[in-house]
């Protein structure tokens, strides 16, 4: 177990403007939530494991469904520290045999890595009580001795940078109307935080965070980092800057004042790696291109720029008079002014209108056959959140 987690640098940047490599201290968060509100986070252990709509189980019971965190069980590894695979009992949630019953994934905490504790409470006491068709559920913990464990549903696609970043003839790219779908899928999650009360702002937002079922429906996975959004008229919360490098919005970086707007921006991020197949810093694209925002924005304001951005993989998929509109909801998002950012309820909104448009490639030379969504190589692994590279 002790080699299977991600080595991770911690650094306080209280005046930096820029992010370590991995994730950074964080300080507690504040509440749990249910659907439509919640109560501020209580201040004991016991507490937050008390309110949350969660099952305890024994070490031995996820021993029994993962079969004794066996290798040949573990699908992911993250900065949490890995993850198996299990069955249990789709009524009594009691360890069942492999094949029956309904699969779960197994977090195990290492105790030796940066994301401990805190982080651990944070996500029980978050998705312990938030309920979402775009949020991963959360079944249940494990609290025994020293060991802490998370339980949820299995995502058996893995996550989204895992399918969007992949390269190779054996693997279909994601297609244009999957990419759509499952933007306007994350969106309402994030939407659906932000309208909670009180309001929850997710704080790293990015695509190793978003799973996907067998039906590549996307969910928000992670809530180590989350915390309450700012209360009254406050038009913001003041934290230590933490999360991952080319995620996280300017004004944050910069005064560590955080809003909804801050995840905005990082759902822009995200709009323009799914419109171009390219991660968010890259130092294998040319010079001048190894930071996507700062390359991409002044390609995303007219069709001929924009052929520019878009992943040529995705060629004869889609219309550009779509894929504009998608552009130009991206720049919205990554505006350096958080006041001009749309609201993730107008995001939705907008991506709505365009998933439902019945539009034919007609605008572009070389026409490919669309991929089909069923056509997607599912991974053997499921690739799981882990902090990325500076």
Known sequence: MGACFSNQIKTDIASSSWLSSKFLSREGSKGSASATSFSHTPRTEGEI???????????????????????????????????FKGWIDETSLAPSKPGTGIVIAVKRLNQEGLQGHREWLAEI??????????????V???LEEE??????EFMPRGSLENHLFRRGTFFQPIS???????????????????????????????????????NYNAKLSDF?????????????????????????????????????????????????????????IDKNQPVGEHNLVDWARPYLTNKRRLLRVMDPRLQGQYSLT??????????????????VRPSMNDVVKTLEELHVQKETPKEQPNLLQPSSDNNNKSPQAVNYPRPSIM
């Open 49 to 83: 494991l008390k309110n949350a709509n969660l099952k305890s189980f024994t070490l031995g019971e996820l021993k029994s469904a993962t079969r004794s965190f066996r290798p040949d069980s573990m699908v992911g590894e993250g900065g949490f520290g890995c993850v």
């Open 125 to 138: 006491n978050y998705l312990g009580q938030l309920d979402h068709p775009n949020l991963v559920k959360l």
């Open 140 to 142: 249940g913990y494990c």
């Open 147 to 152: 060991q802490r464990l998370l339980v949820y």
């Open 176 to 214: 244009w109307n999957t990419r759509v779908r499952m933007a306007l899928g994350a969106a309402r999650g994030l939407a659906f935080l932000h309208n909670a009360q009180p309001q929850v702002i997710y704080r790293d937002f990015k695509a190793s965070n978003i799973l996907l079922d067998s």
């Open 224 to 280: 180590g980092l989350a915390r309450d959004g700012p209360e009254g008229d406050n038009s913001h919360v003041s934290t230590r800057v933490v999360g991952t490098q080319g995620y996280a919005a300017p004004e944050y970086l910069a005064t560590g004042h955080l809003s909804a707007k801050s995840d905005v921006y990082s759902f822009g991020v995200v709009l323009l790696e799914l419109l171009s197949g390219r991660r968010t």
């Open 322 to 339: 779509r894929a504009l509109k998608i552009a130009l909801l991206a720049l919205d998002c990554i505006s350096m002014d958080s006041k």
